[in-house]
């Protein structure tokens, strides 16, 4: 069964990056899905932030892309996401998920991971 | 403002039948059959319920049903129960800026 749990601060200072960490367990990232960043704002719906396939190929939400990096470390199972320059419209759910290809749909979430950004 | 448009409340009572729909453009929508929907209970994360319009991964009811008419797809759900209280999100792939775009979410409230 596949498993993704996010990782990292849950407060950020305004103006800072925020960083997150994905590992997956279950399911090797070198296999053919694109492994994705979601966000929920507090009673809000979803926003794709970026996705990233083992061949290093990726994409981004426009919106967002002059801020995020999206990157991913084969070895240990693992993708990250940074995001710059951050303000309280970025306070959300970060979740990270598994991304079918075959029919652009997010199979497998972690839990999500709440991001305040505040001073 | 979301890309896809749901309306934000959806009711009904044990036993009955509803949908929610999704309504896109040509660019995602109408364009492709790769709309998918996510039911999200509370306090947890979204979980895939529908993908390709109408396909049910392994484990989900059969209660739950897609279909697609144009631009407006639609989530079915039959015979309801107090367990589906949740929120429904649809999703469809886009040749617009993004990849992939969400709908602003259903709540469905079974009374």
């Known amino acids: 069964q596949v498993q993704l749990q996010e990782s990292g601060p849950g407060l950020v200072r305004p103006s800072e990056t925020l960083s997150l960490t994905c590992e997956v367990s279950g399911h090797s990232i070198r296999s053919s899905y694109y492994w994705g960043w979601i966000r929920q704002s507090p009673g809000k719906g979803l926003e794709w932030i970026a996705s990233i396939y083992h061949s290093g190929a990726m994409y981004h939400n426009p919106s967002l892309r002059s801020r995020v990096t999206i990157s991913q470390d084969t070895s240990k199972d693992q993708f990250s996401l940074r995001l710059s320059s951050v303000t309280a419209a970025d306070t959300a759910v970060y979740y990270c998920?598994?991304?079918?290809?075959?029919?652009?749909?997010?199979?497998?979430w972690g839990r999500g991971i709440l991001v305040t950004v505040s001073s | 403002q979301s890309a896809l448009t749901q309306p934000a409340t959806v009711s009904g009572s044990p036993g009955q039948s509803i949908t929610i729909s999704c309504t896109g453009t040509?660019?995602?929508?109408?364009?492709?059959?790769?709309v998918s929907w996510y039911q999200q209970l509370p306090g947890e994360a979204p979980k895939l319920i529908l993908s390709?319009?109408?396909n049910r991964p392994s484990g989900i009811s059969h209660r739950f049903s897609g279909s697609k008419s144009g631009n407006t797809a639609s989530l079915t759900i039959s015979g309801l129960q107090a367990e589906d209280e949740a929120d429904y999100f649809c999703s469809s792939f886009t040749r617009g800026s993004t990849d992939v775009v969400f709908g602003g979410g259903t709540k469905l409230a079974v009374l």
């Open positions: 390709g319009v109408v």
């Open positions: 998920a598994r991304e079918d290809y075959n029919s652009w749909s997010f199979d497998f």
């Open positions: 040509s660019s995602d929508i109408g364009g492709y059959d790769f």
